[in-house]
């Protein structure tokens, strides 16, 4: 038990270990060490934002989706509106269209029968004029009684 | 020169013994041959198995730390390194909870403390013979020495001088750190003005300077005295016939794990102690 001079010796290479240690030793790990629990840090918030966003991207698709669903039924409603506003005009068209072609029927009839009356009208003048010179037994001066003749016509 | 068969005296005596380098009075240079001989070197003396077996530990912890410092990464941590990491953890851990100060010196000093502690605590794991039988075989063979004067005590914590080195640096650091932080003034104020004011101030040095000069003592004392304990039962134990030993010398052994370990934690956790008290001002 003599103190001696292994005292300063061990001082001496404690010292030397101690400032190896805290050159080369401490520093890199220490720095690992920080840079690895960053590194979990950032993950952690990474996974944290992650599901942040899941959740809001969750929440924009079924947003989407219920708009496009409504957006669907709109255009269904719309479609169908339109389907009976076409039946309607297709039929309200097929009226119109028949009651013109009746219309233009009518007129044609009625133009015939006129037709019809005015040529009847010209016969019976012509025959009225053959009768007449039949009854008389001489020519008439047509241009002398034709106004006679065509008055008489009017009036049938 | 045979191998003389011990008496149980002088076995203990044997184990106890440092091999000691150092001048002889007849101012020759030499190993000592026994420990009146190794007494009367003086102070110039150098305890060559303390040393050789301390100095091989701290290279030992060193390459081991360094080698995971060099390779290491900050993905999954494997072997070494996962284990180099949980003791800078550990230290780091214990170090910010004690001293808030900022210092580079610290932590680092606190780790090699832990680690070289233990390692040297260590050594007092092994069976106390298995060394000195090594080294007396090399200094018989090699050196051609007389196997009876080949002493190797192989426990460097067990030697005053090992912790007494350490706990002297640690003093100096209080010292430097003191002056540094309160500077001059303040460091003589600390030991002079305290408890008591300035009318006192023979006694609040006595008070102050004795508190002060505890510190180193009381550590190298704490760890000296416990291995120095430890060992000297181990080889108490090894004097009993060698089919009992094993029924004393593994409880032993078993609650000396617990000791090496702790010893080494309160060393380190006192010098972390002391020095933020150095850093604080009162």
Known sequence: ?156 | MGIESPTASSYIKHHLQNLTYGQHPDGTWGLAHDAKEAADMGFWAIHVDTMAISIALGFLFLWLFRKAAKKISTDTPTGLQNFVELMVEFVDGSVKETFHGKSKVIAPLALTIFVWVFLMNFMDLIPVDFLPAVAQMIGTSVFGADPNHVYFKFVPTTDINATLGMSLSVFALIVFYSIKVKGISGFVGELTLQPFGKWMIPFNLLLEGVGLLAKPVSLALRLFGNLYAGELIFILIAILPWGLQWALSVPWAIFHILIIVLQAFIFMMLTIVYLSMAHEDH
């Open chain 1, 1 to 156: 038990m003599n103190l001696n001079l292994t005292l300063l010796g061990q001082a001496i290479s404690f010292a030397i270990f101690v400032w190896f240690c805290m050159k080369y030793v401490w520093p890199p790990v220490i720095a690992a060490l920080e840079e690895r629990s960053k590194k979990i840090a950032d993950g952690l918030e990474a996974a944290n934002r992650a599901s942040r966003d899941l959740e809001l991207a969750q929440e924009q698709a079924s947003q989407i989706l219920r708009e496009s669903k409504e957006n669907a039924a709109e255009i269904i409603e719309q479609a169908n509106k339109r389907a009976n506003q076409m039946v309607d005009e297709a039929k309200e068209q097929v009226i119109a269209d028949g009651k013109r072609l009746r219309e233009a029927a009518q007129a044609e009839i009625e133009q015939d029968v006129m037709r019809a009356k005015e040529a009847l009208r010209a016969q019976v003048s012509v025959l009225a004029f053959a009768g007449a010179e039949k009854i008389l037994g001489a020519t008439i001066d047509e241009k002398a009684h034709s106004e006679i003749v065509e008055q008489l016509a009017k009036e049938l």
